[in-house]
């Protein structure tokens, strides 16, 4: 089964900073990949899919990167609301879905 | 707007049974793939479990196979959870999620459904 591999599991940033979240894969997924954002108590937000295109209505400063194995979300400049936790997810064997294990962005 | 509300959960002993379910407002509700995502506390997100469309395919995730049964209804836009032999490991939250067979993110999330297992 495929695994996706997130780094680094925890962050800690200041408001204004540049951003970066690695999402790695067990093999090559092509360009299937999805990142989320999860704020407590609340349903995970989908922000990017295919690995870099903007879910409407998510700010342009997020954005993603990569294809095959590797991947990245890119947050290009660190607003008070984008303190959460971030996932990547991958549909194997379809429809099951693999997430990976979450990052958690920290002020 | 889409929205997708579950209810059933709560606090339950150890090899007892809950039953969740998820109200869907989608105008075609049999075009989505339906599922269960878990997330225990302060844990990452878990698939548990999926059905296809026409309620014909079911699949689930090794952790609950044999305990858990997953179902729809269709007529009633409604998913269903039957979670039988609970273990503590099985407290989460559980959300539903819909997609359809050519997407490549969820496309609605639920807003989740506590499950305690606890004596």
């Known amino acids: 089964a495929i695994q996706l591999t997130q780094s680094p599991s925890s962050l800690s940033a200041s408001v204004g900073d540049r951003v970066t979240i690695t999402c790695r894969a067990s093999?090559?997924?092509?360009?299937?990949l999805a990142w989320y954002q999860q704020k407590p108590g609340k349903p995970p937000n989908l922000l990017i899919y295919?690995?870099?295109t903007l879910e409407r209505g998510v700010p342009s400063r997020f954005s993603g990167s990569g294809s095959g194995t590797d991947f990245t979300l890119t947050i290009s400049s660190l607003q008070p609301e984008d303190f959460a936790s971030y996932f990547c997810?991958?549909?194997?064997?379809?429809?099951?879905?693999?997430f990976g294990q979450g990052t958690r962005l920290e002020i | 707007e889409v929205q997708l509300l579950e209810s059933g959960g709560g606090l339950e002993q150890p090899g007892g049974s809950l039953r969740l379910s998820c109200a869907a407002s989608?105008?075609?509700?049999?075009?989505?793939?339906m599922s269960w995502v878990r997330q225990a506390p302060g844990k990452g997100l878990e698939w548990v479990s999926s059905?296809?469309?026409?309620?014909?395919?079911?699949y689930y995730a090794d952790s609950v196979k044999g305990r858990f049964t997953i179902s729809r209804d269709n007529s009633q836009k409604t998913l269903y959870l039957q979670m039988n032999g609970l273990r503590a490991e099985d407290t989460a939250v559980y959300h539903c999620?819909?997609?359809?067979?050519?997407?490549?993110?969820?496309?609605?999330w639920g807003q989740g459904a506590l499950v305690t297992v606890s004596s």
């Open positions: 997810q991958h549909f194997h064997n379809f429809p099951a879905i693999t």
């Open positions: 295919d690995a870099s």
């Open positions: 999620a819909a997609y359809y067979y050519d997407s490549s993110a969820v496309d609605y």
């Open positions: 059905i296809s469309g026409s309620g014909d395919s079911t």
């Open positions: 093999q090559g997924i092509s360009s299937a």
């Open positions: 989608i105008f075609t509700y049999s075009d989505y793939v």
